[in-house]
């Protein structure tokens, strides 16, 4: 059996189509070996590949393949960087195992979904020595990006984590963001954390404050933080609390939120208001005029018939 490690990612134009677009052509990397590439033209060997088993997590579109062996068992991160991509959705990740091109024999370990183009590595724990892992990169929703590719034994860039949904977030008028987060005891002592900033509409996150971890009296690590940002603009922002990874700590995401600002409405100019209160009196007034206008020479048109 054949353990497979896919990637659906996003095509950058280039001059012609990866000979690894077949799986029978599939390029085959050493450990820490950086592979460049892109999804342009490539196409999708449905027998190869089952959507039902990733469910919304991938939609193929132009994949692309390579293979990995571990010398040796344990962990290893899959690090996905130099990301140059049309749109804004980055790649995702998906690890199975199974027999190359038989979808019935395949069983997904892990479906990783990015939604930017953020330097950022998966984390693939108990890798088995001498078993070939099959990695496969899909343009997503007919993105085109190029991309670094690494299997590695020491992460690069932050994990890759999905955000929470961004659509059930209210817009607040409030361009003040205040971020809380905790540090878990199962983190140990990290020296600082990063926060990452990203608009909705942007390719990357930003580091916009570095936070370092407190320590109490008694030497040990305050578990509670706190930190506020100060919108300029308009928009729906991603932050990212980030752990650093001193002494070979593996990063981890330890808060993320998404905040939607939206400028307050401008207030009305004070004698155009005035102006137009006035007018609607008027207009009112006129409109019982013509009532009580209406009704009078009604009534002495009931009255002449009378008589």
């Known amino acids: 059996m054949v353990g497979w490690l ?32 892109a999804t342009t033209d490539c196409t999708v060997q449905w027998s190869c590949v089952d959507e039902k088993l990733t469910g919304k997590c991938i939609e193929y579109h132009n994949d692309q393949w390579f293979e990995f062996t571990p010398r040796t068992s344990g962990r290893y991160f899959v690090n996905i960087e130099g990301q140059k991509c049309r749109d804004t959705r980055g790649v995702q990740l998906v690890v199975q195992i199974g027999q190359p091109c038989e979808p019935a024999t395949y069983r997904v ?30 343009g997503y929703l007919k993105d085109f990006c190029q991309f670094m590719l690494t299997v590695s034994d020491k992460p ?52 916009v404050a570095v936070v370092p971890v407190q320590r109490t009296t008694y030497g040990a690590t305050s578990p509670e933080y706190t930190w506020t940002d100060t919108l300029t ?28 600002y939206s400028l307050p409405l401008p207030q009305p100019d004070k004698a155009k208001a005035q102006a137009a209160a006035e007018a ?28």
């Not at 905790?182 to 942007?202: I, K, N």
């Open 6 to 37: 896919i990637i659906a990612g996003f095509a950058f134009p280039t001059s012609a189509q990866v000979p690894n677009d077949n799986i029978a052509q599939r390029r085959v990397l050493k450990q820490n070996e950086a592979a460049t590439s």
């Open 109 to 138: 370990l892990s479906c990783t979904s990015l939604g930017s183009q953020d330097d950022v590595f998966v984390t693939l724990d108990s890798l088995r020595a001498g078993q070939p892992y099959l990695l496969n990169v899909d």
């Open 156 to 207: 690069r860039g932050v994990p890759a984590l999905a955000p929470p949904s961004a659509a059930s977030v209210a817009p607040s008028s409030n361009q003040v963001v205040s971020l809380r987060w905790t540090l878990p005891d199962s983190l140990g002592a990290p020296r600082e954390f990063r926060v990452l900033r990203r608009e909705a509409a942007a390719f990357r996150a930003a580091v």
């Open 233 to 260: 603009t308009a928009g729906r922002y991603l932050y990212q609390v980030v752990t650093d990874e001193d002494e070979g700590r593996v990063p981890a995401i330890v808060q993320q939120q998404w905040y939607a």
């Open 280 to 307: 609607a009196k008027r207009a009112a007034k006129a409109q019982q005029g013509w009532e009580r206008r209406s009704h009078r020479a009604r009534m002495k048109r009931l009255a002449g018939q009378r008589h």
